[in-house]
């Protein structure tokens, strides 16, 4: 006959909340918007000497 062996966890799960994923996202999503609008007042103005 099968036997289960049950074993537990060798490190007990922590039970401190985690930090949310949307912190992280929107800093990300911030930081690469100021990028992409400097690029476009860059090539809106015609700053060549950046690009080449």
Known sequence: MPTVIR?????????????SDNEQSASIALF???????SLVAMIFGEQGAWH
């Open 7 to 19: 074993t537990r966890p060798s490190a007990p799960l922590s039970r401190a909340p985690q930090k």
């Open 32 to 38: 690469c918007g100021i990028g992409l609008l400097i």
